[in-house]
C-alpha cells in the first residue's frame, strides 16, 4: 500500500510542477506610492463613493476630508446610472432594457497639477425584460449595477496604484 501512496505523491507532484513557474499569484490589495488620498465631487449617497470608500478602506491610505491636505484628490466629473429602451413591442410592452453607469473623474494634486487627465469609464449591460417577472427583473436590475459599480472600482483601484507623484 505504501509503495501506491509513494506513486499517488510521485504523480500529483509531476502534475503540479509546470504550474509552479507559471507566474500565477493570487490578488493582492494595491500598493499606492502615496499616503493620502481625498474623495472630490461625489453625490451625496452616491453608492459608488461608498463602495470606493469601503475598498479604500482595507488598504494604508490614509483617507482626508479636505483635498487640500491630502497628496491626491480624485475629483469625480460624472457619476451617473441611466437606463435606456432598447427592444420594445409594436403595443409599447418593453422587451429589453439597456443599463448604463457612466463615470468621469481625473487625479490631481491639491494645487491643481494633473496626475490623470478626465478618465471616461463606461459600463452597460443588456437586460430583458417581461412585465410578468417584474419584481424578479428588479432584483436582477440592482444586481446588474452593483456589478459594474464594484468592476469601475476595481479600474479605479488599478489606475491609483499605478500614479506617480510628481517630483
Keep these: ?5 509513494q506513486r499517488r505523491h510521485l504523480l500529483l ?3 503540479t510542477a509546470p504550474l509552479v513557474g507559471c507566474g500565477f499569484e493570487l490578488r493582492r490589495e494595491p500598493e499606492f506610492l502615496f499616503r493620502s488620498l481625498a474623495l472630490s465631487g461625489f453625490k451625496p449617497g452616491s453608492p459608488l463613493a461608498a463602495d470606493l470608500k469601503r475598498q479604500l478602506s482595507r488598504t494604508a491610505l490614509l483617507m482626508v476630508e479636505d483635498a487640500n491636505r491630502a497628496e491626491v484628490v480624485l475629483e469625480v466629473l460624472r ?3 441611466e437606463k435606456s429602451v432598447v427592444v420594445s413591442t409594436s403595443a409599447g410592452q418593453v422587451r429589453e432594457w439597456q443599463l448604463r453607469v457612466n463615470f468621469d ?3 490631481r494634486v491639491p494645487s491643481g497639477e494633473l496626475l490623470l487627465p ?3 469609464l463606461r459600463m452597460t ?5 417581461t412585465e410578468s417577472a417584474a419584481l424578479a427583473k428588479e432584483q436582477e436590475e440592482a444586481q446588474l449595477y452593483r456589478a459594474m459599480q464594484s468592476d469601475a472600482v476595481a ?3 488599478r ?4 500614479v506617480r507623484l510628481p517630483a
Design 105 to 107: 473623474y481625473l487625479l
Design 13 to 15: 507532484a509531476a502534475a
Design 1 to 5: 500500500m505504501s509503495t501506491l501512496l
Design 118 to 120: 478626465r478618465t471616461e
Design 159 to 162: 489606475r491609483l496604484s499605478a
Design 79 to 81: 457619476d451617473a446610472r
Design 155 to 157: 479600474q479605479i483601484m
Design 125 to 129: 449591460r443588456e437586460m430583458n425584460y
